[in-house]
């Protein structure tokens, strides 16, 4: 029996609740705004925009002037949104007193009481075109070499290589050249020595394998012999 | 030490944050298309209007189109309340708007510009792109559900064209072209207001008004003239007697009503002030002295249709009864329209199908009448409704088109040879019930089935390789005889230009038509989606595609309707196969294709609409063809499950159906099949929405006298005294491959996996939150999770200051579920992690789990929720959201773990959780469906497929879609573009490299030692 008292009670007071929402004569109320279309939007774009108060409850279509209405709106809070398939707008909050004075404020969801004011009449500004879809990676040469590790690697050898092949040249004039570019650096003491660094990390505390392997090593180390004997 | 702990974590979160996002996994953009398709719908055609040329006045409207209809539209409004207009020629659906959440009281074209009327809102559309014009609401005041009519006034003599639209308080009369408003009055409703029911009509001088209050059982007319508001005649008339106007229909001058034994009353709108009946003598000049099934209205002049069980009459009804009723008798199932003079009478035999003709004639000559004989495939089932149009054609001679709704609610048109322009399949905007079926696989190893002697499954392999072998013959026959039609197919895009691609059910019987490409893939991606509509038609869809590949509808047991007396044959006209209460129409696979030589089963539960009684059919789920009658059941059930395993012991492998009735009787459905070896007993449960009770039952089955016999006993009830909203319970046939989780302190955490569990939302007033100053109270939302084996409640929790709509979904040993937060004014996403405890008892000596809960704020709003399903359960879960907006966004679950903690520690870390962040991350590239926004989502179905990386997705609604969803991105199959010739070519490159370089050396080598 206390079961059922439970469930009239319950009833009852469903009902009251119904009735009390049928009393007070609500009038509804109108939104207005307008939307700004993107430059690039095609000729859709208008027919393709709805604007949604209350999680759809409301709705608002744009006409040929970019403006709309939400009509029979109650009295309450909204959040309005304009939707498109293909761009995104910023949704807004939309306070409508019940004496029918409305305000606009930006969402703020984790902070709902926290008042920014927003122009009203509405005015929705794309955000830009709604990005569905990745990029897809291809393979390009250039992105490979300028990668930082290929970087890393390939100058050093670079250098390795291509540089005593520069400087191991027979020709005597270029050698004269390059003995006096080499005491013209000589003569700086506290310039720090490419070559010697390089000998040491390569030659220095290696051992006798390292030396003898490769004939590239031997011609890096070649002009820091000849700088030490002059 | 402490800054660089926190620096270490900061980094080790944006990684992990880094790596999730990056975990979402996007479509690229050449993907369009090629995994997913979407197929759009706008409902079934409650109002259609036809295109016409602008500026055209009501007597160049019987010259309409002129030209040809290249260019033509349609215009529909639908039970989706969607308004659409749809290419006359192409059928395509050239704009489509979604309207509130409320009828649509009409629709109409006035002056070059599209109306409608709905939820106390009149709008005007320019009629090309579907821009709105203008909108204005009839009346200020709010109402719970507005009724409303509109109709649209055409002076053919001063071209004033003036719109009303009306609800049941208000009248406005307004200029089509500019929206000013030209005059408005207020009806007066009565007293019931928000119940109150409104129906207008066009009469020469103006407009008539009726409104009719039910509970008063009073009705008002009102006739305007064009130039004020003021009425010049109203009128109150009791009639006490009527349920709703939908019983009436109204003309120029007369109202005809349908009272509840089934004759016609009349009221005159110009002078009466009461509803005459109609004499008996006149009555029986008719023809048919009733009773009637419905009224009409036919094309103006008080022309009225009154369709009986066994015919039709059209009759001119004058209210004054001073003429009398010049009536023509037509055979039942007829259906008659005019256009302007020209006379479009339908005729068509039995339930669908059958022959279906179109007679058009007319009094003026410059119409030559003209019968056509029109084509349906029976699983539409009879015509319902007919909207022709005519139009001059470029030589001056007329033409018509028609275009008709069946009663599965597909669109049909047809030109004036007969011959179908298009057929729209809308009966697929209303599908209840999904099930997928694995297509017949080409593999030998599943020809053999278990259990049989070396000799017989020798026979059976032979046999079945013989089969298969015809098969991929007839296969191979039909691609090279069909390659033609097959292209034209894929240009289709799913326009259907005509009923031939699909095969229509009754060409189905010619077995391998239909399913002769269907045949499994490598992955088992491509698979049968088996769906049944909320009109009783089934139909299955090619997964791979959208193509309707059979369609049935499903039939009328005939046997018990012939057993019945003629008065219930009488009635069998008007019955029909719908869905069981609460909406459903469950399917069951009983078999699968895996028992190759003996065919596929599945089995559809809906009802008998005259009766209630709850029907059985069974039809082969790859080819549609039905096995055996549809049967009617004697009494009501309580509850129907399959049973889990087949029984091998018959070698028909069906899982039977265990029907529970509500005199606790249970039966098998197939009555002969053989339980599965070894079943003891059942546990099944009910939920009865109205009593707010679930009830658990257990069948066993039990020796008597050496016969098994199967009894159901009640094993527990549980009251929960609050409306159910949603329940959910976890798949069956989930997997779940890991039992539990390791922590960062390697310790486990063991997942509490009941297979029983079923939540349940429930919805109650909340008494503990202080009611608002402003706004109704509040709400509140309690979820329970209930073992269904024992009715004990193993976890409950109650949101207050929270209301629905409420989505929820289990899996594993999750539950999330989204609602509405009244007080923050914002959706969040909840979710629970069920953990086994540490071996705590409650005091009926189970174990109890540690729950684990987090809310996020969810930042959109959301109508449905899913789950992703893959084969071993390997791969991590994903949320599916159907947001409102139309997109539908996949959540990584990683994302909604109650563990997520609030200050990181390395242990977390480890554990790879995220900090909790109170919203949750919404993101544009995890939208699956692209830009094809999906609204009005009804229900969203996971399949796994053979890639354990892989689910199927279907979402229905007002539209289909399909794709794929890879959680954890696609692991076990290389990319779609994976560069296969920069691998090549590397891989060959290397090989001749090392080859030349080999010779090189050797060569060097050997000059080094000449030299």
Redesign the interface.
Same mark, same amino acid.
């Given at each position: 029996s206390e079961?059922t008292s439970?469930?009239i009670s =319950?009833k009852a007071?469903?009902a009251l609740?119904a009735f009390a929402?049928?009393l007070p004569?609500?009038?509804?109320h109108?939104i207005e705004g307008v939307i700004e279309q993107p430059m690039d939007a095609d000729?859709?774009f208008?027919?393709k925009t709805?604007i949604?108060v209350d999680?759809?409850?409301? =709705?608002g279509?744009?006409?040929?002037n970019r403006t709309?209405?939400v009509?029979?709106v109650?009295?309450?809070?909204f959040?309005v949104?304009a939707?498109h398939?293909?761009y +995104?707008f910023e949704p807004m909050r939309v306070d409508v007193a019940?004496s029918g004075k409305i305000r606009a404020r930006k969402l703020n969801?984790?902070q709902?009481a926290l008042v920014k004011k927003l122009t009203y009449p509405l005015r929705f500004v794309s955000l830009g075109r709604?990005?569905?879809?990745?990029?897809?990676?291809q +393979?390009r040469t250039l992105d490979l070499l300028m990668n930082p590790s290929v970087l890393i690697m390939v100058v050093p050898m670079l250098i390795l290589l291509v540089m005593p092949k520069l400087m191991n040249t027979q020709d005597p004039e270029v050698r004269k050249e390059m003995q006096q570019q080499m005491n013209f650096f000589s003569n700086k003491q506290n310039m720090p020595d490419v070559a010697e660094t390089l000998s040491n990390w390569f030659g220095g505390g290696g051992s006798s394998g390292s030396r003898r392997s490769g004939s590239a090593l031997k011609d890096a180390k070649r002009p820091g012999v000849k700088k030490r004997a002059a | 030490m402490g800054i660089n702990k926190n620096k270490f974590s900061f980094c080790m979160l944006i990684f992990l944050l880094f790596l999730q996002m990056y975990s979402v996994l996007a479509l690229y953009e050449d993907e369009i298309g090629k995994h997913d398709w979407t197929r759009p719908f706008v409902g079934r055609v409650q109002h259609l209007e036809f295109d016409l040329p602008a500026g055209t006045t009501t007597k160049q409207r019987s010259q309409q189109l002129q030209g040809g209809s290249s260019s033509r539209r349609l215009f529909v409004a639908t039970d989706h309340n969607v308004l659409a207009a749809i290419g006359l020629k192409s059928s395509r659906i050239i704009w489509r708007h979604f309207l509130e959440d409320a009828p649509v009281n009409g629709i109409k074209l006035c002056d070059g510009a599209l109306f409608s009327m709905s939820n106390g809102l009149l709008r005007s559309w320019s009629t090309s792109r579907g821009i709105l014009n203008y909108e204005i609401s009839v009346q200020e005041q709010l109402e719970a559900k507005f009724a409303g009519s509109l109709a649209c006034h055409e002076d053919p003599d001063d071209d004033r064209s003036l719109v009303f639209a009306s609800t049941a308080r208000r009248l406005v009369a307004v200029a089509p072209l500019t929206g000013a408003l030209e005059w408005a009055a207020n009806l007066d409703a009565g007293s019931g207001e928000n119940h109150s029911e409104v129906t207008s009509f066009p009469n020469p001088d103006g407009l008539t008004v009726v409104t009719f209050d039910p509970t008063a059982g009073k009705m008002r007319l009102h006739r305007f003239g064009t130039e004020s508001g003021v009425a010049k005649r109203t009128a109150t008339v009791k009639a006490e007697w009527l349920t709703s106007l939908q019983r009436c229909a109204i003309s120029v001058s007369t109202l005809a009503c349908l009272d509840p034994a089934g004759s016609i009353r009349l009221l005159s709108l110009s002078s009466g002030s009461d509803f005459k009946p109609l004499p008996p003598s006149l009555a029986e000049q008719l023809g048919h002295a009733g009773p009637w099934q419905s009224v009409e209205e036919i094309g103006g002049q008080d022309l009225f249709q009154l369709t009986s069980n066994s015919g039709a009459v059209v009759a001119m009804l004058d209210a004054s009864l001073a003429t009398g009723p010049t009536g023509e008798s037509l055979p039942a199932g007829s259906l008659l329209r005019y256009r302007g003079q020209v006379r479009f009478l339908l005729r068509q035999q039995g339930d669908g199908g059958g022959g279906v003709t179109l007679e058009a004639s007319s009094s003026s000559s410059l119409v030559a009448s003209n019968k056509i004989s029109l084509s349906f495939a029976s699983h539409h089932g009879r015509v319902s409704q007919l909207y022709p149009v005519t139009f001059v054609r470029k030589g001056g001679s007329y033409g018509y088109r028609v275009v008709m709704a069946t009663r599965d609610a597909d669109l049909h048109a047809f030109d004036d040879t007969g011959e179908r322009q298009w057929m729209r399949e809308e009966s697929l905007a209303g599908i209840v019930s999904v099930e997928a079926v694995d297509l017949p696989s080409a593999d030998e190893d599943e020809l053999v089935t278990p259990g049989g002697s070396v000799f017989s499954s020798f026979a059976q392999r032979l046999s079945g390789q013989v089969h298969h072998f015809i098969h991929v013959l007839q296969h191979l026959m039909l691609c090279w005889g069909a390659r033609p039609a097959s292209q034209a197919d894929s240009l289709g895009e799913f326009g259907y230009p005509d009923e031939a691609p699909a095969p229509p059910a009754s060409a189905a019987s010619s077995s391998g038509s239909g399913a002769g490409s269907l045949i499994r893939d490598e992955f088992n991606l491509h698979k049968l989606l088996v769906v049944a509509t909320k009109d009783g038609k089934l139909a299955a869809l090619d997964s791979a595609t959208g193509r309707s590949v059979w369609r049935l509808m499903i039939p009328m047991p005939a046997a018990a309707a012939a057993a019945e007396g003629t008065a219930a044959k009488s009635a069998r006209t008007e019955a029909r196969i719908e869905p069981l209460a609460g909406g459903q129409m469950p399917l069951y696979i009983q078999r699968t294709t895996a028992h190759f030589p003996l065919e596929p089963m599945a089995t559809v539960l809906c009802r008998d609409s005259s009766t209630g009684r709850p029907v059985l059919f069974s039809f082969n789920p790859i080819t549609g063809i039905g096995i055996g009658l549809a049967q009617r059941l004697q009494s009501r059930l309580l509850q129907a499950l399959l049973v889990p395993q087949p029984s091998h012991d018959d070698g028909q492998y069906i899982r039977p159906l265990m029907l529970l009735s509500d005199t606790l009787q249970v039966t098998l459905y197939p009555a002969k099949t053989a339980l599965p070896h070894g079943f003891k007993s059942l546990n099944l449960y009910t939920i009865d929405r109205d009593n707010r009770l679930l009830q658990g039952y257990r069948l066993r089955l039990t020796e008597q006298q050496q016969q098994q016999q199967m009894s159901a006993i009640s094993t527990w009830r549980l009251a929960l005294h609050e409306p159910i909203l949603v329940t959910a319970a976890r798949r069956p046939t989930e997997q779940v491959h890991s039992v539990g989780r390791v922590l960062g302190n390697r310790h486990v955490l063991y997942k509490y996996l009941n297979p029983n569990l079923l939540a349940v939302a429930t919805l109650a007033k909340d008494m503990v939150t202080p009611a608002p100053q402003i706004g109704d109270a509040f709400t509140q939302i309690t979820i329970w999770l209930i073992d269904t084996v024992s009715g004990r409640v193993v976890a409950s929790a109650t949101h207050h200051h929270s209301s629905g709509p409420v989505s929820l979904v289990h899996s594993e040993h999750w539950l999330v579920y989204s609602l509405w937060n009244q007080k923050q004014r914002r959706f969040q996403l909840s979710v629970w992690e069920l953990f086994a405890g540490n071996g705590l008892r409650d005091c009926m000596n189970a174990t109890q789990p540690i729950v684990g809960k987090q809310s996020y704020i969810l930042p959109a709003p959301v109508q449905h929720l899913a789950v992703s399903q893959t084969e071993r359960g390997i791969t991590a879960k994903s949320v599916l959201l159907a947001l409102r907006s139309g997109g539908i966004m996949e959540l990584n679950k990683a994302f909604l773990d109650p563990r997520r903690p609030f200050d990181m520690t390395p242990e977390f870390q480890e554990e790879g959780l995220m900090p909790y962040h109170p919203e949750v991350p919404m993101s544009t590239q995890a939208i699956v469906n692209y830009n094809q926004s999906l609204h009005r989502v009804e229900g969203m179905v996971t399949v796994p497929t053979g890639l354990e990386s892989t689910s199927l997705l279907f979402v229905h609604g007002t539209d289909l879609f399909c794709t794929r969803v890879q959680p954890s991105k696609m692991f076990d199959v290389l990319k779609a573009d994976f560069d296969y010739a920069f691998i090549a070519a590397v891989t060959i490159g290397m090989i001749i490299g090392s080859f030349v370089t080999q010779r090189l050396a050797a060569r060097k080598a050997l000059f080094r030692l000449w030299s």
């Open positions: 079961m439970k469930c =319950l007071l469903t609740a929402c049928l004569v609500s009038r509804g109108t000729a859709d208008l027919a709805r949604t999680s759809g409850n409301y =709705l279509f744009i006409r040929a709309f209405i009509q029979h109650p009295s309450g809070s959040v949104e939707i398939p293909n +995104l019940s969801f984790l709902p709604a990005a569905y879809f990745q990029q897809r990676e +393979l | -």
